[in-house]
Structures are given as C-alpha cells and as structure tokens.
C-alpha cells in the first residue's frame, strides 16, 4: 500500500522475485486476479494485467467506480475471495484501498492513488540498480509534491537514499530536504526524476529541466520523467532527445516483471 510501511529486506525480496521472473524462473500461480483500472490507464494496466496472465493468475477487469458503490468494504472482499486470489486496485482515494486491505481477506496491490504510486517507483529503482549502486548515488526529484514525489520519498525512506526536492518551498512534500535553485541542485546529480506539472505549470516554468540543467549532473547521470510527460512542461524537449540523458522508453520494461513480483509477494509465492 506504501512503500515505507516495508523494509529493505521486504524491497529486496521483491526484487529477487523480480530477477527470476525476467530469468522465466518466477513462481506460478493458478488463481485469478481482480483488477480495478480506469480507462486512461496505459503502461500500469497493460504490465499488471499482462504479468498476471504470463505467472498463471487470470485479471478480471473493473472500472474503478465499482468500488465507489456504499457496499462495505468486508463485503466486497468477502464476495471476490470466493473466486480471485487478490485485488490490483488503482483509484483516486487511498482510503479505499486500506478499507479492503484492512479486511484481510485478499491481499491488495496499490496500482496507484493521489497520494503515491509505488510500483512505478519500485520498478524505477530496480532498473536502476542494474546499472549503478543505488544507495551512493544522488537523487534529485524537480517538481512539486504528488503521488510520484511521495512514493520516492517513502522509497528513500526505505532504503535511505540521498534524495532532495527541487521546486518551490511552499509546493514540496512535507518533510523533503529542499533546493529551491534547479542549477545548485542538479549540480553533480546521478539520477534526475520528473512528474507532471499538472495545476502548477506556472509556478514550476523555471524548473523545467532542460539538457542544459543536466549538463550539471555528473558524467553518466539519466533523466527519468515519469510518464506520461509532456515536452516543453516538466522536460525540454532537448533533454529527452535521442542519445542524451533520457532513460529511455526501456527502462520501464522492468515494470511486468517487478508487478510480478509484487503479486507473487503478496500471495507467499517464492
């Protein structure tokens, strides 16, 4: 449900989990699970519903207003635990989800709330501890709080990463260690993080990062703008050109196999 109520043991379990699924090693399962996504969701409801089918688990499909109906939450459960193994809700309002995680009767996937997204952020973190050590580098969050800049903030909890939040100070996550200057800073960054600029496009104009700001990080460092992104908004469009910083549209192959992993996880598989 939220990345800092695990520990460092739980994130590297996953990720081992994660390993044997990209290996084709991962656990099966024979089971099915219930998913509630809205429409628009694209890249987290294709790797959910896609990981399920591949380990074995059958994804039945709900918009996520099913869960708004004022059905108690004990009941929905109870209903679903007769045929699905565990839920894969994404929905606006967290509270919903920690009602029917709170019944303990199927186990509950947080695919993404207003409040945090944390298996995007898992799967970021994964990919990028293929490449580098993740707890020496620095990490540079530019933009303003949301459900990305939560959930990398539990993340770093977790794992005790140097991450700093770059935006104005009265827009920031509670409790972020702050940088206001985009050029102090990205100053010797290893890993920049965007999201969206949603209701503060005017006030986040000057932070847009741009391949001039990432000429500051240090040699080697990525950018990693959470998408879906919008050129000339969060990015420029020269900093996420062919060849430059940008992650790149594979990094986020590690989605499938860590969602994977987080399900098999939760059902005691592996």
């Known amino acids: 449900m939220r990345?800092?109520?695990?520990?460092?043991?739980?994130?590297a379990a996953v990720f081992a989990l994660a390993d044997a699924f990209r290996a084709g090693a991962g656990p099966r399962a024979d089971g099915c699970a219930a998913m509630f996504f809205p429409s628009s969701s694209l890249g987290t409801r294709v790797t959910f519903e896609r990981g399920a089918q591949l380990m074995g688990l059958q994804p039945v499909l709900f918009p996520p207003e099913t869960l708004?109906?004022?059905?108690?939450?004990e009941d929905v459960v109870g209903y679903l635990s007769n045929w699905a193994d565990l839920m894969v809700v994404r929905h606006r309002d967290i509270a919903v989800l920690d009602r029917l995680a709170a019944t303990d009767g199927l186990p509950v996937v947080?695919?993404?709330?207003?409040?945090?997204?944390?298996?995007?952020?898992?799967?970021?973190?994964?990919?990028?501890?293929?490449?580098?050590?993740?707890?020496?580098a620095k990490f540079?969050?530019?933009?303003?709080?949301g459900n990305i800049a939560r959930a990398w903030h539990e993340i770093a909890r977790v794992l005790g990463l140097d991450l700093t939040q770059c935006g104005p100070a009265e827009l920031t996550t509670p409790?972020?260690?702050?940088?206001?200057?985009p050029q102090v800073a990205l100053r010797d960054a290893d890993v920049v993080l965007t999201d969206g600029v949603g209701r503060h496009a005017e006030a986040l104009a000057p932070y847009q990062v741009t391949a001039e700001?990432?000429?500051?990080a240090r040699p080697g460092a990525v950018l990693n703008p959470c998408p879906p992104f919008t050129r000339g908004r969060e990015?420029?469009?020269?900093?996420?050109?062919?060849?430059?910083?940008f992650v790149g549209y594979g990094?986020?192959?590690?989605?499938?196999?860590?969602?994977?992993?987080?399900?098999?996880?939760?059902l005691g598989l592996g």
Request: hydrophobic share 50%.
């Open 235 to 245: 990015v420029s469009a020269d900093a996420v050109a062919p060849g430059g910083p």
């Open 3 to 11: 990345l800092d109520a695990w520990a460092a043991e739980d994130v």
């Open 68 to 73: 708004d109906k004022p059905e108690a939450a």
């Open 110 to 136: 947080n695919a993404m709330t207003d409040v945090n997204h944390p298996c995007e952020v898992l799967s970021d973190v994964y990919t990028l501890a293929q490449s580098r050590d993740i707890t020496s």
């Open 175 to 181: 409790g972020a260690r702050v940088v206001e200057d």
């Open 213 to 216: 700001l990432m000429a500051l």
């Open 140 to 145: 540079v969050f530019v933009g303003a709080d």
């Open 251 to 266: 990094f986020k192959v590690s989605l499938l196999p860590v969602q994977q992993a987080v399900m098999a996880y939760c």
